[in-house]
């Protein structure tokens, strides 16, 4: 419907010029919004507004104008001139109704676009360090990361999904150091407690699987414990092991995989850090004071320049980080988009520029990131802060047992990445209106209720009686449920385009309110054939919509609750 009216008032603008009320070089962006009181029609435009000032005229005689330069089109009931010379109009109903044939016809298929055009893009997220349980930041980084690489293939792009494991540097070395102290028997009470050690319980689970000679089966790696408390190389080497393993496990149960799995140390040990060294002091962007190796990433916009190779010789840890984007760049991912917490901010900057100082045709700006902001888990009204598995923080597997997996997706992924976000356990696990999850499950659970029903009472659902009558639909509440559902493949598209899942979760909050409003004002059940099986299709139809937008948040869409 949207697309038919911008489609109107382009030939309205044509008319106007061949009249000589428009200049012929008048090419405006059309912009049609939906109306928020139904009073005002279904869909609005303030183009008038826009071409005042170049047409010579006071806004509402334009939008006189343009009305009567529009042609007439089955999809418009009337049109209306409201305020200044904002064109409101009112859809007819059998163009509304169409929506539902459309939906069923595509089913899954719903909302999703080639827009993309099958265009290469990597996504980085999560990327945990091997240190320990997965946290409810990195749940919020999966969530967020796994939905846009859902709406990314939604709109045609071909997505990889990468984790990059710091798998070398200080925090390892505090790991094994760690581990290899409960090996021993220590505890983080006793004086030859690592200074930097790790003190979650799970550190203890890591030291017994070592002492007991158990074989870690991780991602790309299988490893004995050797059990010898002084080899610390074969404790760091099993603790990794061991640790990526149970991130695999949180990951895996919160519904999230990914295709590549990237190590830091490779860059090490294929020599791709020292490569980039030579290559940014090659360029002429390097320079030495105090014993340390620097680079000017003030010449490339940062407010300062950094240090790359410290006075002990150890790199500091944006290098790395530029290294792995180098060779994010020279696998061809021209598109890559990061996300992660927003403790990563200030790496923004200096990551992009030493990219630049490469010389390497790279473009400014790249690579994307989305930074999303701290998570606060709340139970009772009072902060959680404490896991049995981690110790000082919350981790994720304990929101996921707490509340579900779904529950646990939908509330990480429906807010917008860059505001904080209060968990509240037990909202999540309420059967109230007033959870989201449930509310817009719910919806979809009455649907299926629905048709059980009918099924129940031998009336099985018409498709062609249906389809023939949809022009039955004309309550104000039949209406409105058939304009969210047409706003559905736009908001799948600007979602994507912005990079934001949380449009998402809001639809389908928005929709799941329009279907309760018209459900409970509507009956479905009537005796006239055509006008129950035309209202079980409108059912059927948002149905269809909820399961499609839950997909792209990787929440599932139950039959019954």
């Known amino acids: 419907m949207k697309e038919t009216i911008i489609a109107l008032l382009d030939e309205a603008l044509a008319n106007l010029k061949q009249q000589g009320v428009l200049p012929a070089e008048t090419s405006p962006t059309i912009k049609v919004d939906p109306t928020k009181d139904k009073a005002h029609g279904d869909y609005a435009t303030n183009l008038a507004l826009m071409l005042a000032k170049p047409a010579g005229k006071k806004p509402r005689d334009l939008a006189e104008a343009l009305v009567a330069a529009l042609p007439e089109s089955p999809a418009v009931s009337k049109t209306e001139i409201a305020g200044p010379g904002f064109i409101n109009f009112f859809a007819a109903t059998d163009a509304v109704a169409q929506v539902v044939a459309q939906v069923l016809e595509s089913g899954d298929a719903y909302g999703r676009s080639l827009a993309g055009q099958g265009q290469k893009v990597q996504?980085?997220?999560?990327?945990?360090?091997?240190?320990?349980?997965?946290?409810?930041g990195h749940g919020r980084g999966a969530?967020?990361?796994?939905?846009?690489?859902?709406?990314?293939?939604?709109?045609?792009?071909?997505?990889?999904?990468?984790?990059?494991?710091?798998?070398?540097?200080?925090?390892?070395?505090?790991?094994?150091r760690s581990v290899q102290a409960r090996v021993k028997g220590l505890g983080p009470e006793d004086a030859g407690w690592p200074e930097d050690g790790y003190r979650g319980g799970y550190i203890q689970d890591v030291a017994n699987s070592y002492l007991a000679g158990e074989t870690v089966h991780a991602d790309d790696r299988h490893v004995t414990a050797k059990g010898d408390p002084d080899d610390l190389d074969a404790i760091r080497e099993f603790a990794v092991a061991y640790l990526r393993r149970e991130q695999d496990l949180d990951l895996k149960a919160f519904g999230v995989e990914f295709d590549v799995y990237f190590l830091e140390s490779s860059l090490y040990e294929e020599g791709k850090v020292e490569a980039t060294v030579e290559r940014l002091i090659d360029k002429g962007h390097?320079?030495?004071?105090?014993?340390?190796?620097?680079l000017r990433t003030t010449d490339f916009g940062d407010d300062k320049d950094r240090v790359m190779r410290k006075q002990d010789g150890g790199y500091t840890y944006f290098l790395p980080d530029v290294a792995y984007h180098l060779d994010k760049w020279q696998r061809g991912f021209t598109q890559v988009i990061n996300e992660q917490g927003a403790d990563h901010h200030s790496t923004v900057t200096r990551v992009r520029a030493g990219l630049q100082a490469l010389d390497a045709d790279i473009p400014q700006g790249w690579p994307d990131y989305v930074l999303h902001q701290m998570v606060l888990v709340t139970r009772s009204g009072v902060e959680v802060k404490l896991s049995k598995r981690a110790g000082s923080y919350v981790t994720l597997r304990d929101?996921?047992?707490?509340?579900?997996?779904?529950?646990?997706?939908?509330?990480?992924?429906?807010?917008?990445?860059?505001?904080q976000l209060t968990f509240d356990i037990d909202l999540a696990r309420s059967q109230s209106n007033d959870n989201p999850v449930y509310y817009v499950q719910y919806a979809h659970a009455r649907v299926c209720s629905v048709l059980r029903r009918i099924e129940s009472e031998g009336q099985a659902f018409d498709h062609g009686l249906a389809m023939a009558n949809l022009a039955s639909l004309t309550e104000d509440q039949e209406k409105a449920l058939m304009n969210r559902l047409a706003r559905y493949p736009e908001v799948v598209t600007h979602a994507a385009t912005s990079r934001e899942p949380q449009q998402v979760a809001q639809y389908l909050q928005d929709l799941a309110a329009d279907f309760h409003t018209c459900y409970n004002a509507v009956k479905v059940m009537v005796e006239d054939d055509a006008l129950r099986n035309a209202r079980l299709a409108l059912g059927l139809a948002t149905r269809q919509v909820i399961r499609n937008g839950l997909d792209l948040l990787g929440v599932g869409a139950p039959e019954e609750m």
Not at 286 to 294: I, R
């Open 123 to 136: 996504v980085e997220f999560v990327s945990a360090n091997p240190t320990g349980p997965l946290h409810v």
């Open 286 to 294: 390097t320079y030495e004071e105090d014993g340390a190796l620097w």
């Open 399 to 419: 929101l996921i047992d707490e509340v579900g997996r779904d529950a646990t997706r939908y509330f990480l992924a429906a807010r917008r990445a860059d505001s």
């Open 143 to 176: 969530a967020i990361g796994d939905s846009l690489c859902r709406l990314l293939e939604a709109v045609g792009y071909d997505v990889t999904r990468e984790f990059y494991y710091n798998d070398a540097g200080a925090q390892i070395s505090n790991l094994a």
